[in-house]
């Protein structure tokens, strides 16, 4: 059924090297539970089959990190955003664990948590990109948010709901620990930027995007154009020659598919819309970094194990598995 991918990526200089960080971290948000989602994962055959089937030389250490060591004692909200310490210690030790990997040439694959994790996996590939091959990369968000709030525009103050307003620079802080450790070599161009399956999406959000000329495919352009044709015009937007990160939020997914995450939305996804987002990213051969992230087997008796599925059926299509 599967079988190992025959591309040469791009951007890598081995097709078979990929760093594992699994990130066992829920204080983006307020629902406990997302931080088992690494071990549901790979307890469902994740990292077996990144080894055995599509032969992968798979360099982890073996731990789900929660991070305990580096929680700050107290940490009281800051511009609005709730528990802004342990979320920018927790990513900026993450930066480092995926810089560590990336600088080495791995293919990085970052196990979630919640989405602010991203805020680190982004940050680290986006550096060792820069100092690998002196470029700025490409993030496709996959989502049915945006998660493009600044501090000041969010209604909630949970941080997985901004970390692509940190990781633009749309929004910034001085304080060394609240973010302010986040530096321009780390930050990604609002211009390299792509989301596809949008559909819950804030005022202030929408007015970021405008403002900003970010490409955004929300459900309405998957479901006038559908998603083949979303996938062209988001990876032409990209263009040919940009190593790209794919932050893949399996709420993107229609709950009909993925019912165990902590902000579901009807009209999402389909199962395999999602999976061919993640095989046309791997045909690119210039992924270079993959997040999976807001799996929460808590939250559904039925559906966890569904979901799980799903989570690592995506992981594998990005890895490059193919369906003949
Ligand atoms: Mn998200």
């Known amino acids: 059924m599967t079988s190992a991918p025959t591309l040469q990526p791009k951007f890598l200089p081995s097709k078979n090297e990929l760093g594992l960080v699994a990130v066992g971290f829920s204080g983006g948000q307020c629902k406990p539970g997302v931080d088992a989602a690494p071990m549901a994962l790979i307890e469902s055959g994740l990292i077996d089959q990144l080894k055995n089937d599509l032969e992968f030389n798979v360099t982890y250490d073996g731990e789900v990190h929660a991070y305990a060591d580096i929680m700050p004692s107290s940490d009281p909200d800051y511009r609005n955003m709730k528990r802004p310490k342990g979320v920018s210690a927790v990513t900026k030790r993450l930066c480092d664990q995926v810089y560590e990997h990336a600088s080495k040439g791995r293919f990085v694959l970052t196990l979630g948590g919640d989405h602010s994790i991203a805020i680190g996996s982004i940050a680290g590939t986006q550096k060792a990109i820069r100092e690998r091959l002196g470029r700025e990369m490409a993030v496709i968000w996959v989502d049915a948010h945006a998660d493009i709030n600044t501090p000041e525009t969010s209604d909630s103050g949970n941080i997985h709901g901004m970390p692509v307003a940190f990781l633009t620079g749309l929004a910034k802080e001085d304080k060394q620990d609240t973010f302010g450790w986040i530096k321009d070599e780390m930050r990604i161009n609002t211009k390299k930027l792509v989301y596809i399956g949008l559909r819950d999406v804030d005022v202030g959000e929408k007015k970021i995007l405008r403002e900003n000329g970010i490409r955004a495919f929300s459900m309405h352009d998957i479901d006038r154009h559908g998603i083949g044709k979303v ?29 165990s995450t902590g902000t579901p939305v009807r009209g999402g996804l389909t199962l395999r819309e999602g999976d ?18 807001e799996v929460n087997p808590s939250l559904e008796a039925e559906g966890a194990a569904e979901t799980v599925r799903a989570g690592c059926s995506i992981v594998r299509c990005a890895l490059g598995d193919t369906l003949l």
Do not use: K, Y
């Open 231 to 259: 996938m062209d015009m988001a990876l032409g937007w990209i263009g040919q020659d940009t190593p790209i990160h794919l932050s893949f939020d399996v709420d993107a997914l229609d709950p009909q598919w993925a019912p």
């Open 276 to 293: 061919f987002i993640a095989e046309c990213v791997a045909e690119t051969g210039s992924l270079v970094a993959l997040d999976l992230v």
